[in-house]
């Protein structure tokens, strides 16, 4: 027996509010379906953030749809569960994928969480946020009781564990059962592949790069999904690589040799087919942050989709006054030096790339940049109003103290 395992497609994401990046998540979907048919598996599991949102934009539905099409002509059925993208927060609602059940989708859900394929049973469960551990670890057992009634088992789940989630995660390693032969998890965008119980435990990683922080898995492991092959007792697990459309580039300046260091990354990318994005580091400015960021714009501006820069200043101790009638600064150069008090990079770059946008009146694509951040993060931290479908009558947790994350946002942003 013969499967593809993958996860976290975020279908329709259009990175900082770029159509060029949403098309990029496209292209990368399309070569994995195709890569997937060329190894002439059995199934495929999709675990979880098949779209970004729960309400997927025509043009994702049409794209998951010419994929679905093209696997059930090559005679290859796909099983999916709902990621945390995927969850509609309302009471009632049903993900995504249910659109596409009659199309041959089998959706592991709730009410249908397990099936059998040949002689491998399949389980599994959509995302479960924190809040609600106690139902999922008692569904969690159950599932492991019917799957030690077969010789072959997968479990599908989208959850962030503790051994590779870092702080914020739904399940720790010891409440996973470990009588199930693989483990298909998604919701980590980097490769993890490690043994686990009886079998084989693999996050896939993303499809394609979600945010810049999953540069060095990618430079690593690359981007793609798994292929997974159950022969007796013994699973093997064979990483397949798919290119991404276009590169993103990380580059250390320096302020005194701004000119050459520029020259040598337009060097480099000046014969891509497709425009990178750049994430560039200028340390050592002494002065005027917004003049070196438009020197870096003008010449590599036309060569490059996005220029994400971040200023490391010389003297990083903030003066007393930011403005002087004597030394007037740009609104650029404003906005970094008072976002310097908080010390976080990551919204220094949010505020020059809104700024950029706004300047150009791009309401929607600023709006969706800031969704964007949200989500990226915040939105793990606020679980208020979730509902998750079930037609069995569970008694929900007490709702949690709101917490005044969102205040400090707007706060920042203001």
Do not use: C
């Amino acid at each position: 027996m013969k499967f593809a395992h993958l996860a976290d497609t975020h279908l329709g994401y259009r990175q900082y509010g770029l159509f060029e990046r949403e098309k990029d998540f496209y292209e990368v979907f399309e070569k994995v379906i195709d890569k997937i048919i060329e190894e002439n598996v059995d199934f495929v599991i999709h675990s979880g953030d098949l779209f970004e949102t729960a309400r997927p934009s025509p043009m994702a539905l049409l794209t998951f749809q010419k994929g679905l099409l093209k696997l059930k002509g090559a005679g290859i059925p796909m099983y999916a569960i709902a990621g945390n993208h995927d969850v509609v927060m309302r009471k009632g609602s049903i993900p995504p994928q249910v659109i596409f059940k009659k199309m041959g989708l089998k959706v592991i859900s709730n009410i249908n969480p397990t099936y059998l394929h040949e002689d491998v049973f399949i389980a599994g469960l959509p995302y479960y946020p924190a809040s609600h551990g106690k139902v999922l670890r008692s569904k969690l057992a159950e599932l492991s009781e019917k799957a030690s009634q077969h010789e072959k088992s997968i479990l599908v789940l989208h959850q962030g564990i503790d051994k590779y989630f870092g702080y914020n995660y739904e399940l720790e390693i010891g409440e996973l059962p470990d009588n199930f032969n693989y483990y298909a998890l998604g919701h980590i965008h980097k490769y993890v592949n490690d043994k686990f119980g009886e079998g084989r435990l693999v996050y896939p990683g993303s499809g394609e790069i979600w945010k810049t922080s999953e540069i060095p898995d990618y430079m690593k492991n690359g981007k793609g999904f798994v292929v997974v092959e159950m022969e007796g007792s013994k699973t093997t697990v064979k990483r397949v690589k798919v290119d991404i459309p276009r590169e993103f580039i990380q580059r250390t300046l320096d302020y005194n040799n701004l000119e050459s260091g520029v020259a040598g990354i337009k060097e480099t990318i000046k014969d891509f087919e497709k425009k990178p994005i750049l994430n560039l580091t200028i340390n050592n400015v002494e002065s005027d942050t917004g003049r070196v960021y438009e020197i870096i714009k003008e010449e590599l501006g036309d060569l490059s989709l996005m220029i994400r820069p971040t200023f490391n200043m010389f003297d990083m101790e903030v003066p007393d006054e930011i403005v002087d009638d004597n030394n007037k600064l740009g609104p650029k150069e404003l906005i970094v030096k008072q976002l310097e008090l908080y010390g976080n990079s990551d919204i220094d770059t949010l505020a020059t790339d809104l700024y950029d946008l706004l300047s150009k009146d791009k309401m929607d694509e600023s709006g969706e940049l800031i969704d964007q951040f949200y989500h990226e993060h915040y939105a793990h931290i606020i679980e208020e109003d979730v509902e998750l479908e079930d037609e069995e009558a569970e008694e929900q947790p007490p709702e949690e103290e709101e917490k005044d994350v969102q205040v400090t946002f707007k706060e920042v942003l203001e």
